[in-house]
């Protein structure tokens, strides 16, 4: 104790914030306890019998942490009696510290833990009188979850949850550690080993499962996987053989028998739910086990499972691990304890004796003792990745093969040694970072980015997960540590930095791509380089390595050929590629294009170069093996070949010539996530930093945060009461790379969110709420934090699909209730009924490429068609069974649905012709979804996402929420590849005034419905103009007021502002206006009847604490009369909104008004839900006096309210009681007409000589229309038109008089009638004058214009009129054109027919466009004649280098900026550019610089080759107009510094060759040396074709005789054959892009589906049973390491007669001399 009280003493100090407490409980054990003692193993010179020995009181150790404080504490206890204090405690200080597990070691007296914190993450151990030591440190990815402790073989084990591995270590020398489990796991949680049966046990709560194995990681099996779920904590109970764990999840202690597992039994279960087990430990007699909520320690006695506590309520949060330490020193040997087993690295005991094994990074040697000394695979090596089937897994793997060195050792030797690493996946990609000694791979299977080191380990990881099977193009950005990658399927290119398992990928080029294969990188450079097919592009493109700055260099019209594989040789700056056939290079920039060979019967892929050589894979043809070809870049005669078994695929040469390292601008940038390096001013580099997707640069320019950017590359999927995302590029497990929940938003337990629609290009997110309240189409936007929606279409009644028109901004829908499609701008408005009368349309898709859209009838069981304005409506496809989803696959020009109910999914093409089943999904599924080349699918009877690829029958579920309701959700594509770029017929809306509907031809001009088109087909008129006899009714859900005959027969739309959304209306018949209140804007307005829409005005501005709702207007008096519900008052005001005036206030929730001027009366309502005795009918006098409450009682929330002054009756409609009732005008006589049912009644009015009442209901759609008398029920008019109506009003047309239609009644202001004549009143700030009719009040106008002045006006007082001009660039608004006037409110209005309020803000508007933007190779040509104001003329000419594209603007083009628009006149010119080629011919022994353009008319300067010089005739090259250089002669510029001699020695010797013709070419040839050294070299010519002087004349004469006859034979055979491949050979590219999409990825699907059906394979008997591989391992057990001898011939023309003499070999032959091993 004191040794320890000296630790602390020490330790302590060191900091005050984090902490670990070590617990060390001692219990008083029963003397009787039996001892544990080892059995006895047979005698031999290692084995020694085993002795035992305790020292020391049992003791139970466990971790707590303690979150106030982010420290974790570690307690030590002992001497327990009958009531258990605390003894011992370690307070090991450290920053950060935050153990998991403990472990002990008695035989040394030291404590064991994992640390994950960031004072360092590893393994610890302290011991008395010792300061803390880290042995073992782990990467920052990794997650000690757990750890064991072998004292007698000083091993300890750990898992990794991390990595998902567990790996053990050497205590004597922690650099010697081994991963021992890699594969098949999910979260591995606790271990713990049975070092007496050699046995280790361990928790997968990712899994749901327990596992167990041999110490030395064979024969693993599971033990537990049923009815488990989150085991975290396991124990031994050595004395009975049982295993415990602990189940978080469950609140469970079990244990399972391990002498017969079928035994198994629970010893404790939480009823109460208010506990949390965390840790369970196990002596001879008693159950420990720690709960972190109740924060007790506590045991179970094993004999009658009574519960007792050890330690209760300790001062910390939480509990973790806990062990039970008997004191136990063990003294037995093993088989590992003496000289390490004879084992170099590890000695592993396991149950027949030991297994050695390896540190991380070498493999065992065949004596199965001793590792690799040597790097062994690191240096010149050309890599390629073969398919071969492998007679020991009984299928097809993947091979990794090399040949080591330079080629110049083996190319002409008779023999080359090759090796290859076995590997159980699909590779197809390869490149590799020469400075890390790594190999970046693509794999098919488990879609993802593979890292294989070079160093002689077997050891692989994951890079990135979520490729797409078809990945055929990697490139290492070798300078500034990125990864490339171009993605098929998913037709992007996308890089990553180089890390572990990357998170961070940034997609550099994500549109215009068919199907991009290979890719290339030049860093020095700073441009990336990739070749892509498909039906429009067979091309070779080049950006800078951020994706900016896209051109492309070389473009081929011959779809035959395909191109291929593209290499750099960087030595030369030559682009070097193939098409099949042929293979080729070029200038970077794609210019000097030379075919280096060709020939029909290759079929080449992917190239690499070295040197002077081209290696080229060649898939091999007419039963003929795939070969690698090798080529010299310097002639064009002839190639050498190695053919292997299986298929090739990628290749690389693998040498540091090929990545020569250099300084670049990324050294010193300091980005925080990734760098490039990019074209700066001439030649120079600079660095950029760049962010992965959905991230963006801080205003540092270095560092990344979360972006504002758009989510794309996803799907979205609609879950009822939420909408989730689930990234399109899944792992390699074909799961979402989160949780369900974890990447769901917009979360509403009352909503039912169903169809989805997106708009790409405005980032913004469409969908139905199918609440049952507010059915609406809501919006969100797809940047930023995506919490906010807002309603876009509101009133819907039920949605069966939703769709955007991307290209000319609409939202189409299927009603299904109203059995109608409709469509409407992106922003709600103008909406309009397209298709009436139809059966059950459900989903809908629109084609805008096409001009024409798609649905679904679900009853009829048919696909129709229309154009996009509803003409021309077709059956499409007929007799579908239930289909319920469809979407258009532009990329295969298709059309997918589901069909049969959810049981099949099928396809046909765009005319609705070969229809065709594509996939069986074993659930029902309801929606479809199409991306790049994969397809989505949602299940009918869950929350589950399907993913396949379109090849695919098999879908997989790749989200799985088993949410069991029976709704079909939705789910769409999230990208710009869904929603191709195509030129518009709408753009600009063409001239319609409301909505411009494409059609597959031209365009037609729509309007709303209740208008029309005028009679220039574009403007948009009310259907009919009534003034007299009509409803008015508002419907601020179509945001329109209409106007409906007194028959219920004709709607007209009043034509409203978009942006209104109407409540109260009323009508003046005297000037033929119609007024309104808008609740959003809390104005009131008005317009002419007629629909004008130009012609609104705003007659009451909105106001602070204002909310307006009803109006009512006496036109006798030219006054108007609100109710106002947030202010609780009733107010009026006159028609042009100048007098103002409080009339009654203090109006609790005032809503419904009428006006009865004859009798000088007014009617209200007022509402209240939770005190009803403030709700009431109300009467008045129309001055406001005599207040009256006539309806008292049984009211809560009237707000419909009319009378009829013929029957002296008064009705209203109250939305809570339901009731429909009248009384007599003073409250008597009180009658229920109807009760409602379901019903938000609102408007009200009645017919005067009629029998009807006319009301209105928020929850329902129409007009109904209710008898009187209350016989019969309500009747509906305009559901299928009207979405959500609030206020109706009648107007006959007519009115009376009152004591104020003449003269105003003689008032100065208002004239209000009474029932006895008429009251005079005046605005709120003035005055009534003793005379009772006139007002005082001393008012100026003072506001001031902007950018203008008033002309002649130095004081502006009441009535005043004044002129106004404008500043220069400023003109006159329209809207206040004329004299102002100055009111008594003291505000400016308009001194003409409207009296409309200005503001003097906007009474100068300025008259200037934007900036000018012009194209590329345009610019402006001087200064504009103006500026950016309006009628500046600006003149636009080509840029020097670029000459214009069309004869119309020979001297330029001139535009203008225009006043309709503001903007610049639409540019029409383009310029294309004018280059010069390189001719090299020009400059002798020198070349253009590297920063010359090539443009005409600019200049370039010249440099000299290596070893010359610069004459004094100091040129400089131009470019000329015509694109040819000046000077063109050929000038001596360039001289050599010195003369070297040099000789060639030419001579005739036996053919080594690989030309076709007897020619004398001068090459290389190695003479191999014995010594040590560089190979000498002699120059020999390479010589085609043998003379032969064997045999006599008349045997030359036979031979010559047969020969003949039988070069006829093979003649005829080769004619026929050739005209046999021709026609094979344009039937297979007849379609190229089918051809090589199809048959690549059928050929994945079926090697992936039947050759890898298992997880896992048994390993070949020569390899080491445990697995040395972390996550993402790219093998399924080990990777094989081989070497294979193979003779080398020379492989001329495929035509050629000649004896190969150096060339590959056809058939690999091993050498038996050579072990495979690890």
Same mark, same amino acid.
């Given at each position: 104790?004191?040794?320890?009280?000296?630790?602390?003493?020490?330790?302590?100090?060191?900091?005050?914030?984090?902490?670990?407490?070590?617990?060390?409980?001692?219990?008083?054990?029963?003397?009787?306890?039996?001892?544990?003692?080892?059995?006895?193993?047979?005698?031999?010179?290692?084995?020694?019998?085993?002795?035992?020995?305790?020292?020391?009181?049992?003791?139970?150790?466990?971790?707590?942490?303690?979150?106030?404080?982010?420290?974790?504490?570690?307690?030590?206890?002992?001497?327990?009696?009958?009531?258990?204090?605390?003894?011992?405690?370690?307070?090991?200080?450290?920053?950060?510290?935050?153990?998991?597990?403990?472990?002990?070691?008695?035989?040394?007296?030291?404590?064991?833990?994992?640390?994950?914190?960031?004072?360092?993450?590893?393994?610890?151990?302290?011991?008395?009188?010792?300061?803390?030591?880290?042995?073992?440190?782990?990467?920052?990815?990794?997650?000690?979850?757990?750890?064991?402790?072998?004292?007698?073989?000083?091993?300890?084990?750990?898992?990794?949850?991390?990595?998902?591995?567990?790996?053990?270590?050497?205590?004597?020398?922690?650099?010697?550690?081994?991963?021992?489990?890699?594969?098949?796991?999910?979260?591995?949680?606790?271990?713990?080993?049975?070092?007496?049966?050699?046995?280790?046990?361990?928790?997968?709560?990712?899994?749901?499962?327990?596992?167990?194995?041999?110490?030395?990681?064979?024969?693993?099996?599971?033990?537990?996987?049923?009815?488990?779920?989150?085991?975290?904590?396991?124990?031994?109970?050595?004395?009975?053989?049982?295993?415990?764990?602990?189940?978080?999840?469950?609140?469970?202690?079990?244990?399972?028998?391990?002498?017969?597992?079928?035994?198994?039994?629970?010893?404790?279960?939480?009823?109460?739910?208010?506990?949390?087990?965390?840790?369970?430990?196990?002596?001879?007699?008693?159950?420990?086990?720690?709960?972190?909520?109740?924060?007790?320690?506590?045991?179970?006695?094993?004999?009658?499972?009574?519960?007792?506590?050890?330690?209760?309520?300790?001062?910390?949060?939480?509990?973790?691990?806990?062990?039970?330490?008997?004191?136990?020193?063990?003294?037995?040997?093993?088989?590992?304890?003496?000289?390490?087993?004879?084992?170099?690295?590890?000695?592993?005991?396991?149950?027949?004796?030991?297994?050695?094994?390896?540190?991380?990074?070498?493999?065992?040697?065949?004596?199965?003792?001793?590792?690799?000394?040597?790097?062994?695979?690191?240096?010149?090596?050309?890599?390629?990745?073969?398919?071969?089937?492998?007679?020991?897994?009984?299928?097809?793997?993947?091979?990794?093969?090399?040949?080591?060195?330079?080629?110049?050792?083996?190319?002409?030797?008779?023999?080359?040694?090759?090796?290859?690493?076995?590997?159980?996946?699909?590779?197809?990609?390869?490149?590799?970072?020469?400075?890390?000694?790594?190999?970046?791979?693509?794999?098919?299977?488990?879609?993802?980015?593979?890292?294989?080191?070079?160093?002689?380990?077997?050891?692989?990881?994951?890079?990135?997960?979520?490729?797409?099977?078809?990945?055929?193009?990697?490139?290492?950005?070798?300078?500034?540590?990125?990864?490339?990658?171009?993605?098929?399927?998913?037709?992007?290119?996308?890089?990553?930095?180089?890390?572990?398992?990357?998170?961070?990928?940034?997609?550099?080029?994500?549109?215009?791509?068919?199907?991009?294969?290979?890719?290339?990188?030049?860093?020095?450079?700073?441009?990336?380089?990739?070749?892509?097919?498909?039906?429009?592009?067979?091309?070779?493109?080049?950006?800078?390595?951020?994706?900016?700055?896209?051109?492309?260099?070389?473009?081929?019209?011959?779809?035959?050929?395909?191109?291929?594989?593209?290499?750099?040789?960087?030595?030369?700056?030559?682009?070097?590629?193939?098409?099949?056939?042929?293979?080729?290079?070029?200038?970077?920039?794609?210019?000097?294009?030379?075919?280096?060979?060709?020939?029909?019967?290759?079929?080449?892929?992917?190239?690499?170069?070295?040197?002077?050589?081209?290696?080229?894979?060649?898939?091999?043809?007419?039963?003929?093996?795939?070969?690698?070809?090798?080529?010299?870049?310097?002639?064009?005669?002839?190639?050498?070949?190695?053919?292997?078994?299986?298929?090739?695929?990628?290749?690389?040469?693998?040498?540091?010539?090929?990545?020569?390292?250099?300084?670049?601008?990324?050294?010193?940038?300091?980005?925080?996530?990734?760098?490039?390096?990019?074209?700066?001013?001439?030649?120079?580099?600079?660095?950029?930093?760049?962010?992965?997707?959905?991230?963006?640069?801080?205003?540092?320019?270095?560092?990344?945060?979360?972006?504002?950017?758009?989510?794309?590359?996803?799907?979205?999927?609609?879950?009822?009461?939420?909408?989730?995302?689930?990234?399109?590029?899944?792992?390699?497990?074909?799961?979402?790379?989160?949780?369900?929940?974890?990447?769901?938003?917009?979360?509403?337990?009352?909503?039912?969110?169903?169809?989805?629609?997106?708009?790409?290009?405005?980032?913004?997110?469409?969908?139905?709420?199918?609440?049952?309240?507010?059915?609406?189409?809501?919006?969100?936007?797809?940047?930023?934090?995506?919490?906010?929606?807002?309603?876009?279409?509101?009133?819907?009644?039920?949605?069966?699909?939703?769709?955007?028109?991307?290209?000319?901004?609409?939202?189409?829908?299927? /009603?299904?209730?109203?059995?109608?499609?409709?469509? @409407? &701008? =992106? !922003? *709600? #408005?103008?909406?309009?009924? %397209?298709?009436? $009368? +139809?059966?059950?349309?459900?989903?809908?898709?629109?084609?805008?490429?096409?001009?024409?859209?798609?649905?679904? /009838?679900?009853?009829?069981?048919?696909?129709?068609? @229309? &154009? =996009? !304005? *509803? #003409?021309?409506?077709?059956? %499409?496809?007929? $007799? +579908?069974?239930?289909?319920?989803?469809?979407?258009?696959?532009?990329?295969?020009?298709?059309?997918?649905?589901?069909?049969?109910?959810?049981?099949?999914?099928?396809?046909? &093409?765009?005319? *609705?012709?070969?229809?065709?089943? %594509?996939?069986?999904?074993?659930?029902?599924?309801?929606?479809?979804?199409?991306?790049?080349?994969?397809?989505?699918?949602?299940?009918?009877?869950?929350?589950?996402?399907?993913?396949?690829?379109?090849?695919?029958?098999?879908?997989?579920?790749?989200?799985?929420?088993?949410?069991?309701?029976?709704?079909?959700?939705?789910?769409?594509?999230?990208?710009?590849?869904?929603?191709?770029?195509?030129?518009?017929?709408?753009?600009?809306?063409?001239?319609?005034?409301?909505?411009?509907?494409?059609?597959?031809?031209?365009?037609?001009?729509?309007?709303?419905?209740?208008?029309?088109?005028?009679?220039?087909?574009?403007?948009?008129?009310?259907?009919?103009?009534?003034?007299?006899?009509?409803?008015?009714?508002?419907?601020?859900?179509?945001?329109?007021?209409?106007?409906?005959?007194?028959?219920?027969?004709?709607?007209?739309?009043?034509?409203?502002?978009?942006?209104?959304?109407?409540?109260?209306?009323?009508?003046?018949?005297?000037?033929?206006?119609?007024?309104?209140?808008?609740?959003?804007?809390?104005?009131?307005?008005?317009?002419?009847?007629?629909?004008?829409?130009?012609?609104?005005?705003?007659?009451?501005?909105?106001?602070?604490?204002?909310?307006?709702?009803?109006?009512?207007?006496?036109?006798?008096?030219?006054?108007?009369?609100?109710?106002?519900?947030?202010?609780?008052?009733?107010?009026?005001?006159?028609?042009?909104?100048?007098?103002?005036?409080?009339?009654?206030?203090?109006?609790?929730?005032?809503?419904?008004?009428?006006?009865?001027?004859?009798?000088?009366?007014?009617?209200?309502?007022?509402?209240?839900?939770?005190?009803?005795?403030?709700?009431?009918?109300?009467?008045?006098?129309?001055?406001?006096?005599?207040?009256?409450?006539?309806?008292?009682?049984?009211?809560?929330?009237?707000?419909?309210?009319?009378?009829?002054?013929?029957?002296?009756?008064?009705?209203?409609?109250?939305?809570?009681?339901?009731?429909?009732?009248?009384?007599?005008?003073?409250?008597?006589?009180?009658?229920?007409?109807?009760?409602?049912?379901?019903?938000?009644?609102?408007?009200?009015?009645?017919?005067?000589?009629?029998?009807?009442?006319?009301?209105?209901?928020?929850?329902?759609?129409?007009?109904?229309?209710?008898?009187?008398?209350?016989?019969?029920?309500?009747?509906?008019?305009?559901?299928?038109?009207?979405?959500?109506?609030?206020?109706?009003?009648?107007?006959?047309?007519?009115?009376?008089?009152?004591?104020?239609?003449?003269?105003?009644?003689?008032?100065?202001?208002?004239?209000?009638?009474?029932?006895?004549?008429?009251?005079?009143?005046?605005?709120?700030?003035?005055?009534?004058?003793?005379?009772?009719?006139?007002?005082?009040?001393?008012?100026?106008?003072?506001?001031?214009?902007?950018?203008?002045?008033?002309?002649?006006?130095?004081?502006?007082?009441?009535?005043?009129?004044?002129?106004?001009?404008?500043?220069?660039?400023?003109?006159?608004?329209?809207?206040?054109?004329?004299?102002?006037?100055?009111?008594?409110?003291?505000?400016?209005?308009?001194?003409?027919?409207?009296?409309?309020?200005?503001?003097?803000?906007?009474?100068?508007?300025?008259?200037?466009?934007?900036?000018?933007?012009?194209?590329?190779?345009?610019?402006?040509?001087?200064?504009?004649?103006?500026?950016?104001?309006?009628?500046?003329?600006?003149?636009?000419?080509?840029?020097?280098?670029?000459?214009?594209?069309?004869?119309?603007?020979?001297?330029?083009?001139?535009?203008?900026?225009?006043?309709?628009?503001?903007?610049?006149?639409?540019?029409?010119?383009?310029?294309?550019?004018?280059?010069?080629?390189?001719?090299?011919?020009?400059?002798?022994?020198?070349?253009?610089?590297?920063?010359?353009?090539?443009?005409?008319?600019?200049?370039?300067?010249?440099?000299?080759?290596?070893?010359?010089?610069?004459?004094?005739?100091?040129?400089?090259?131009?470019?000329?107009?015509?694109?040819?250089?000046?000077?063109?002669?050929?000038?001596?510029?360039?001289?050599?510094?010195?003369?070297?001699?040099?000789?060639?020695?030419?001579?005739?010797?036996?053919?080594?060759?690989?030309?076709?013709?007897?020619?004398?070419?001068?090459?290389?040839?190695?003479?191999?040396?014995?010594?040590?050294?560089?190979?000498?070299?002699?120059?020999?010519?390479?010589?085609?074709?043998?003379?032969?002087?064997?045999?006599?004349?008349?045997?030359?004469?036979?031979?010559?005789?047969?020969?003949?006859?039988?070069?006829?034979?093979?003649?005829?055979?080769?004619?026929?054959?050739?005209?046999?491949?021709?026609?094979?050979?344009?039937?297979?590219?007849?379609?190229?892009?089918?051809?090589?999409?199809?048959?690549?990825?059928?050929?994945?699907?079926?090697?992936?589906?039947?050759?890898?059906?298992?997880?896992?394979?048994?390993?070949?008997?020569?390899?080491?049973?445990?697995?040395?591989?972390?996550?993402?391992?790219?093998?399924?057990?080990?990777?094989?390491?081989?070497?294979?001898?193979?003779?080398?011939?020379?492989?001329?023309?495929?035509?050629?007669?000649?004896?190969?003499?150096?060339?590959?070999?056809?058939?690999?032959?091993?050498?038996?001399?050579?072990?495979?091993?690890?």
């Amino acid at each position: 104790m004191e040794q320890i009280s000296t630790i602390m003493a020490t330790i302590i100090p060191l900091t005050q914030r984090n902490w670990i407490l070590v617990i060390y409980i001692l219990l008083t054990v029963a003397s009787g306890n039996a001892q544990l003692a080892s059995t006895p193993t047979t005698a031999s010179p290692t084995t020694v019998v085993p002795t035992t020995q305790y020292q020391g009181d049992p003791e139970i150790i466990f971790i707590s942490r303690d979150e106030t404080d982010p420290t974790q504490v570690l307690y030590q206890i002992h001497h327990m009696n009958t009531v258990t204090k605390i003894d011992r405690i370690y307070n090991f200080h450290n920053s950060g510290i935050k153990p998991l597990s403990i472990d002990f070691d008695n035989s040394n007296n030291y404590i064991y833990w994992s640390e994950n914190g960031i004072g360092g993450k590893g393994i610890w151990r302290a011991k008395d009188g010792a300061v803390p030591e880290k042995i073992f440190a782990v990467e920052s990815t990794s997650i000690v979850e757990s750890l064991d402790v072998d004292p007698v073989s000083q091993l300890v084990y750990y898992v990794d949850s991390g990595k998902k591995s567990i790996v053990l270590v050497k205590l004597d020398d922690p650099t010697l550690y081994r991963t021992v489990i890699a594969t098949d796991l999910g979260r591995p949680k606790d271990i713990i080993v049975d070092h007496e049966n050699k046995m280790m046990y361990w928790t997968d709560i990712g899994k749901g499962r327990i596992e167990m194995a041999d110490a030395d990681g064979r024969n693993r099996q599971v033990l537990v996987d049923r009815n488990i779920s989150r085991p975290i904590s396991i124990s031994l109970d050595k004395k009975d053989n049982r295993l415990y764990w602990v189940d978080s999840l469950r609140d469970v202690i079990e244990y399972i028998d391990l002498n017969n597992t079928s035994i198994r039994k629970v010893v404790k279960k939480e009823i109460l739910l208010n506990a949390q087990y965390s840790g369970v430990a196990v002596d001879n007699k008693r159950i420990f086990y720690t709960d972190s909520i109740r924060r007790h320690v506590m045991y179970i006695n094993k004999t009658d499972y009574s519960i007792d506590t050890i330690f209760t309520h300790l001062s910390f949060n939480e509990l973790l691990d806990i062990k039970y330490n008997d004191k136990f020193i063990p003294t037995v040997n093993n088989s590992c304890s003496v000289n390490n087993g004879d084992c170099e690295n590890i000695c592993i005991p396991t149950k027949s004796n030991r297994t050695c094994a390896c540190k991380e990074g070498k493999r065992l040697l065949t004596n199965g003792k001793s590792c690799s000394r040597i790097i062994a695979l690191h240096g010149a090596n050309i890599l390629f990745l073969t398919q071969e089937f492998n007679f020991n897994y009984g299928r097809t793997i993947s091979n990794l093969r090399g040949i080591q060195g330079d080629p110049e050792t083996w190319l002409y030797q008779p023999t080359v040694r090759t090796w290859y690493i076995s590997f159980g996946r699909w590779l197809t990609g390869i490149d590799f970072d020469y400075r890390s000694e790594h190999v970046y791979l693509t794999d098919a299977l488990s879609r993802s980015i593979k890292v294989f080191p070079m160093n002689g380990s077997l050891h692989t990881w994951t890079e990135f997960s979520g490729t797409s099977p078809i990945v055929h193009g990697v490139a290492v950005d070798w300078i500034n540590r990125n990864v490339y990658w171009a993605d098929q399927d998913y037709e992007h290119i996308v890089m990553a930095k180089m890390a572990v398992d990357t998170k961070e990928t940034k997609t550099v080029v994500n549109t215009g791509l068919d199907r991009p294969v290979s890719i290339a990188v030049h860093p020095k450079k700073g441009k990336l380089f990739w070749s892509d097919y498909g039906p429009n592009n067979n091309r070779i493109e080049v950006s800078n390595l951020d994706g900016s700055n896209r051109t492309t260099i070389y473009h081929s019209t011959d779809a035959s050929y395909l191109i291929k594989g593209i290499t750099i040789d960087y030595e030369r700056d030559k682009l070097i590629f193939t098409n099949g056939i042929g293979l080729y290079k070029m200038d970077l920039d794609g210019s000097n294009v030379e075919l280096l060979y060709q020939n029909q019967m290759l079929e080449m892929y992917e190239v690499s170069a070295y040197k002077n050589l081209v290696f080229a894979t060649d898939k091999g043809m007419f039963g003929r093996r795939p070969r690698v070809l090798i080529f010299l870049t310097t002639t064009t005669s002839g190639y050498n070949s190695i053919s292997f078994r299986g298929s090739i695929y990628g290749i690389a040469f693998y040498h540091p010539s090929r990545q020569q390292t250099f300084a670049s601008p990324c050294d010193t940038a300091q980005c925080g996530q990734m760098c490039v390096a990019v074209p700066g001013n001439g030649t120079q580099l600079k660095a950029k930093c760049v962010c992965g997707d959905g991230k963006k640069l801080a205003a540092n320019g270095k560092n990344c945060e979360k972006s504002d950017h758009p989510i794309s590359q996803t799907f979205a999927y609609s879950a009822g009461d939420r909408i989730c995302l689930v990234n399109a590029q899944v792992d390699k497990s074909w799961k979402a790379p989160h949780k369900p929940d974890d990447i769901c938003w917009l979360r509403n337990t009352g909503a039912d969110f169903r169809h989805l629609a997106v708009d790409v290009y405005s980032h913004t997110l469409f969908f139905s709420d199918q609440d049952s309240i507010l059915p609406n189409i809501r919006k969100i936007s797809l940047v930023g934090k995506r919490k906010n929606s807002t309603v876009v279409l509101s009133g819907v009644a039920n949605v069966g699909g939703i769709a955007v028109d991307w290209v000319s901004d609409h939202l189409y829908w299927t /009603d299904i209730k109203l059995k109608e499609i409709w469509v @409407a &701008n =992106l !922003d *709600g #408005t103008s909406q309009k009924i %397209l298709l009436r $009368n +139809l059966t059950k349309p459900t989903s809908i898709a629109v084609n805008p490429p096409n001009g024409v859209m798609y649905w679904l /009838d679900e009853t009829e069981g048919n696909m129709y068609q @229309a &154009n =996009l !304005d *509803g #003409t021309d409506k077709i059956v %499409l496809v007929r $007799n +579908l069974s239930n289909p319920l989803d469809l979407v258009i696959d532009y990329m295969d020009d298709r059309i997918l649905y589901i069909n049969n109910n959810g049981s099949n999914v099928e396809w046909v &093409n765009m005319l *609705g012709r070969n229809k065709k089943k %594509l996939i069986n999904p074993e659930q029902n599924v309801s929606n479809i979804a199409v991306y790049k080349g994969y397809i989505a699918l949602t299940l009918m009877s869950k929350t589950g996402v399907l993913l396949t690829n379109k090849g695919g029958t098999n879908p997989k579920l790749i989200i799985n929420e088993n949410k069991t309701k029976n709704y079909k959700y939705d789910i769409i594509a999230i990208d710009e590849a869904v929603q191709p770029v195509i030129a518009g017929v709408c753009n600009g809306n063409s001239g319609c005034q409301q909505i411009c509907l494409p059609k597959p031809s031209g365009y037609t001009c729509a309007c709303t419905d209740g208008m029309k088109l005028g009679t220039d087909k574009k403007s948009c008129v009310p259907e009919k103009v009534l003034y007299s006899d009509f409803f008015l009714v508002a419907d601020d859900y179509r945001h329109e007021i209409y106007q409906v005959d007194k028959d219920l027969k004709t709607i007209s739309a009043m034509g409203l502002p978009h942006e209104e959304n109407p409540i109260g209306v009323a009508y003046d018949p005297v000037e033929r206006r119609i007024y309104w209140t808008d609740y959003t804007l809390g104005t009131i307005k008005r317009m002419a009847i007629n629909g004008s829409i130009n012609k609104q005005e705003t007659v009451r501005p909105k106001t602070s604490n204002s909310r307006l709702d009803a109006i009512a207007i006496d036109p006798s008096s030219r006054i108007l009369y609100y109710t106002d519900m947030k202010a609780n008052n009733i107010g009026i005001m006159s028609l042009d909104g100048g007098l103002n005036k409080i009339l009654i206030a203090s109006v609790y929730n005032p809503r419904a008004i009428v006006l009865d001027p004859e009798n000088g009366n007014m009617y209200y309502t007022t509402r209240s839900k939770i005190d009803t005795k403030r709700a009431g009918i109300w009467r008045a006098n129309m001055d406001g006096t005599n207040v009256t409450k006539i309806v008292a009682q049984g009211l809560s929330y009237p707000n419909g309210l009319a009378i009829d002054t013929t029957e002296m009756k008064i009705y209203w409609i109250d939305s809570v009681t339901l009731r429909l009732e009248r009384a007599n005008l003073n409250g008597t006589g009180r009658q229920i007409i109807a009760y409602l049912t379901d019903a938000y009644a609102f408007g009200l009015t009645i017919v005067n000589h009629t029998n009807y009442v006319y009301y209105t209901d928020w929850n329902d759609r129409g007009i109904f229309y209710q008898p009187r008398n209350g016989n019969g029920t309500a009747m509906v008019f305009g559901a299928d038109v009207f979405s959500g109506l609030n206020e109706i009003k009648y107007y006959s047309g007519t009115h009376g008089t009152t004591k104020c239609s003449s003269n105003n009644g003689g008032c100065s202001e208002f004239c209000l009638a009474t029932p006895t004549g008429r009251t005079c009143a005046c605005n709120s700030i003035f005055q009534l004058k003793a005379d009772g009719v006139s007002c005082y009040n001393e008012t100026t106008c003072t506001q001031k214009i902007r950018s203008g002045s008033f002309s002649n006006c130095q004081h502006a007082t009441v009535d005043k009129r004044c002129g106004f001009t404008c500043d220069t660039h400023f003109k006159k608004n329209s809207l206040y054109d004329g004299e102002l006037a100055c009111s008594r409110s003291g505000r400016w209005y308009t001194d003409g027919p409207s009296n409309v309020y200005v503001d003097t803000d906007n009474l100068c508007l300025e008259q200037k466009c934007p900036k000018l933007t012009v194209r590329e190779g345009v610019q402006q040509s001087g200064n504009c004649t103006s500026g950016n104001y309006v009628g500046s003329q600006c003149l636009l000419k080509c840029a020097k280098g670029y000459i214009v594209s069309s004869h119309l603007y020979p001297n330029g083009e001139n535009i203008m900026c225009q006043s309709n628009n503001l903007n610049w006149q639409k540019s029409n010119m383009t310029c294309s550019p004018i280059y010069c080629k390189e001719n090299k011919s020009s400059i002798l022994n020198g070349h253009l610089r590297e920063d010359c353009t090539f443009l005409a008319e600019h200049e370039c300067q010249y440099q000299c080759d290596y070893g010359y010089g610069k004459n004094p005739l100091n040129l400089t090259f131009k470019c000329d107009k015509q694109g040819n250089w000046e000077p063109m002669a050929a000038v001596v510029l360039c001289s050599k510094i010195t003369t070297t001699q040099s000789t060639t020695t030419t001579t005739t010797t036996e053919p080594t060759t690989i030309s076709y013709k007897p020619t004398t070419v001068t090459t290389k040839v190695v003479t191999p040396i014995p010594t040590i050294g560089k190979p000498k070299t002699t120059e020999q010519p390479i010589v085609s074709g043998k003379t032969s002087a064997l045999g006599t004349q008349d045997d030359a004469k036979i031979n010559g005789l047969m020969g003949g006859l039988v070069t006829v034979v093979l003649l005829l055979a080769i004619v026929v054959a050739c005209i046999a491949f021709y026609m094979y050979r344009k039937r297979r590219m007849s379609d190229p892009s089918k051809y090589e999409r199809s048959s690549l990825r059928e050929s994945t699907r079926s090697d992936m589906g039947q050759q890898y059906k298992s997880n896992s394979i048994d390993s070949p008997k020569n390899s080491v049973a445990y697995s040395n591989s972390g996550e993402g391992n790219l093998a399924f057990d080990n990777p094989i390491y081989v070497t294979e001898e193979a003779k080398v011939n020379l492989q001329n023309d495929d035509n050629d007669n000649t004896k190969p003499q150096i060339g590959s070999q056809h058939e690999i032959v091993m050498d038996n001399n050579v072990t495979s091993g690890m």
